[in-house]
C-alpha cells in the first residue's frame, strides 16, 4: 500500500500540478490577501450556523481566524513539497482530532472553492483559466492530503482498538476488495 507521501506525489504528476501552476498561485497572493479577510470572516459565520460545527470553534473563533488566515496564504506561497504536505497533514488530523466529520471537510473545501473562484474572476476577469485551474488542483491536493489524514488516523485507532498492527489490517482490506 502506497504512503501518504507517495500518494501526495502520484496526484500532484496525475493533475499535472508543476511549475506554470505554482506561478499562477503565486499571482494569486494578492488577490487573496484582498479578499482573505471576507472569505475567512464568511467562512465562520457559516460553521457557527451549524451545531455540529459550531461547538468545535466555540470560543475560538478569532485564533482560528488567524490560522486560517495563514492558511490561505500557504496556499499561494510557492513551496508545495514536503513541509506543505506535512502541514496539511498536520490540518488533517486536527479535524480527526477534535472530531469534525469527513463530509463538513468536503463542504469546507467547497465553500473555499466557490469563494475563491468569485475572487478570482473579480480581480482577474475573463483572462483568469490559468489561475483557476491552479487554484483548483491545489485545493484538491489538499482536500487529498486531508482524506488521507482521516485515513490513517482511522487506521491508526482501529490498529489500537483491535491490537492488530496496521500493516495486517492494511493486508486485510487489500484482499477484502
Request: net charge negative.
Amino acid at each position: 500500500m502506497a504512503t501518504p507521501t507517495e500518494v501526495y506525489a502520484l496526484m500532484k504528476g496525475f493533475l499535472d500540478f508543476g511549475d506554470a501552476d505554482v506561478a499562477y498561485l503565486a499571482a494569486l497572493a494578492p488577490v487573496f490577501e484582498k479578499h482573505g479577510a471576507r472569505i475567512t470572516d464568511g467562512f465562520y459565520d457559516t460553521l457557527t450556523r451549524y451545531p455540529a460545527t459550531a461547538g468545535l470553534i466555540d470560543g475560538r473563533v478569532d485564533a482560528l481566524k488567524k490560522t486560517h488566515h495563514r492558511y490561505l496564504g500557504e496556499l499561494f506561497a510557492g513551496d508545495y513539497g514536503d513541509s506543505y504536505f506535512q502541514s496539511r497533514m498536520k490540518v488533517g488530523h486536527v479535524h480527526v482530532r477534535i472530531g469534525l466529520d469527513p463530509y463538513f471537510v468536503e463542504a469546507v473545501m467547497s465553500y473555499l472553492r466557490t469563494e475563491g473562484l468569485l475572487a478570482i474572476r473579480e480581480e482577474l476577469g475573463a483572462d483568469s483559466a490559468g489561475h483557476v485551474a491552479a487554484y483548483i488542483k491545489i485545493l484538491d491536493l489538499d482536500l487529498l492530503i486531508i482524506n488521507l489524514a482521516y485515513g490513517d488516523e482511522r487506521l491508526n485507532r482501529l490498529a489500537k482498538f483491535t491490537g492488530m498492527s496496521r500493516r495486517l489490517l492494511e493486508n486485510c482490506i487489500q484482499r477484502a476488495t
